[in-house]
């Protein structure tokens, strides 16, 4: 029985992770398909700090979700 709800823990934990993880995912995927798509050329002006932006909303979206998981 103890090592069921030890593997029930473990999965749920490992479930949360995942699920805490896919908007930060998304805004990494978003950046390189707009490279590969040749959607931002180098030439894009502000590329850098609109990288930056989407991705600190990634993760700033990641760190919400987290919360609202955790409640």
Known sequence: MNQKLKTDSLFRSLLIKALVSIPWLLSLYMLYYF?????????????????????????????????????
């Open 35 to 71: 490279e590969t798509t040749g959607v931002w050329e180098p030439e894009t002006p502000y590329r850098a700090l609109l990288s930056v932006m989407a991705l600190a909303t990634g993760l700033a979206l990641s760190f919400l979700v987290h919360k609202l998981v955790k409640q």
